[in-house]
């Protein structure tokens, strides 16, 4: 585990908000068709994560649409509770996933799982909304330049 001793966290920018959708193609209806947005990636799977994802990219960040993909997919219990879907998480940027998990649970918080990849291809974990005022905050490791 990294040292957290003296090391300051910065929490990074908002990456992007997701959001529940029980039928993604609707949902990129809705923000093309009503909501006017021009930029909106092809659903992909990613099957680990149990979703089927696409990102509405506007010049301030993203709305990702989440639908549920398998039948152990975590937004299935979420959409049962929020038939419609709604705002599942808003995604913030870190540097060091490690170092950020590490400090986030001497502060105190549930840091759901180990980091995995994410739907932006970098590594991702996810802090409980119960120690987080009711949002389920999601910590994702910026790019590394190479």
């Known amino acids: 585990m990294p040292k957290t001793e ?6 990074g920018a908002m990456n992007h908000v997701g959001v529940a959708v029980p039928d993604i193609t609707a949902a990129i209806a809705f923000y093309r068709d009503v909501m006017g947005a021009e930029d909106i990636t092809d659903p992909k799977v990613l099957a680990p994560q149990g979703v089927t ?6 010049p301030t960040g993203q709305v990702e649409l989440i639908e549920p993909y398998g039948e152990t997919s975590p937004i299935l219990k979420f959409l049962e509770r929020n038939p419609k879907g709604g705002q599942h998480h808003m995604c913030f940027e870190v540097e060091d996933i490690h170092l950020a998990k590490a400090v986030m649970e001497k502060r ?15 590594l991702v974990v996810f802090l409980h909304p119960g120690d987080a005022g009711g949002v389920l905050i999601e910590l994702m490791e910026t790019h590394k330049e190479h």
Do not use: K, S
């Open 108 to 122: 105190g918080m549930r840091v759901l799982g180990e980091p995995r990849i994410g739907a932006h291809g970098t």
């Open 6 to 11: 003296n090391i300051e966290f910065e929490l």
């Open 53 to 58: 994802y696409a990102f509405v990219n506007l």
